[in-house]
C-alpha cells in the first residue's frame, strides 16, 4: 500500500471477524510501528499483545465493571470537556457512525449496546496495550506515544487488518492488571482493538471527515 494512500484510507474499525491473526503478522506490524520518531530517540513506550482467551476473560470482566457503572480509574485522565468547536465535532462522529448503524438519537438501549461491545474490544481477536514508565514526564511521552499509536494503525492497515483506538479498554487499569503482566511503575495510555475487518458490518462503512486547510493551518512568509 502506498504510503498516503494508507494515510488517507485509514479508518476506525468497530467491527471484526472472528479469525485469529497469526503471530509473524503481529510481529510484521510492530516492527515497522517501531520506526516512529520519539524525542531524542528515547521510544519511551512499551507494548502488551493481547490474544486468545485472555482477550475474552479480560473484555469479560471489563464490560461486568463498565455495566455496573463502577467509575472508571483510568491511568491518564480523559478530558471532562472540549472546546466548542471540538465538541461539534465530537458530536457529528458519534452522530455519522450511529446513522450508519441505524441507531436513532433517543434509542438509549441500543446506544448503551454500542458502549458495551466497544468495552469488549469489538469482538476484535487482538488487544494492543500502550504503556510507559510512570516517571516520565506525561505531555510530551503521550507525544510519542501517539507517534507509535498512529504508526502501529497504518503499519496493520496496510497489512489489511483494522484497528481502533479505544481508551474504553484502559478504563479500569486494576482489572487489565489482573491478566497483563506489567511491571509496576507502568501505566496504561490506551488499548486498540485489533483483527481483520468485518466487510458486511454497517459500522464499517462509516468514516469521518476533515476539516479544510484554511480551518487549520495559518501561512507565514
Known sequence: MELLEGLKTRKSIRAFKDQA???????????AASWAPSWGNTQPWELVVVSGDTVKRLTGELVAAFEARTPPNSDVPMPATFPDDYKARYMACAAGLFGKMGIARDDKSSRWAHMVNMTRAFGAP???????????????????????????????????LGTCIAAQLALYPELVRKHVPLP???KLVVGIALGYPDPEAPANAFRTDRE????WVTWVG
Open 21 to 31: 491473526v497469526p503471530r509473524e503478522l503481529l510481529v510484521q506490524v510492530l516492527e
Open 126 to 160: 487482538v488487544i494492543i496495550y500502550v504503556v510507559f514508565n510512570g516517571e516520565l514526564t506525561v505531555p510530551y511521552t503521550m507525544l510519542d506515544c501517539g507517534a507509535i499509536i498512529h504508526g502501529l494503525c497504518l503499519a496493520a492497515h496496510a497489512k489489511g
Open 184 to 186: 509496576d511503575g507502568l
Open 212 to 215: 479544510p486547510l484554511e480551518k
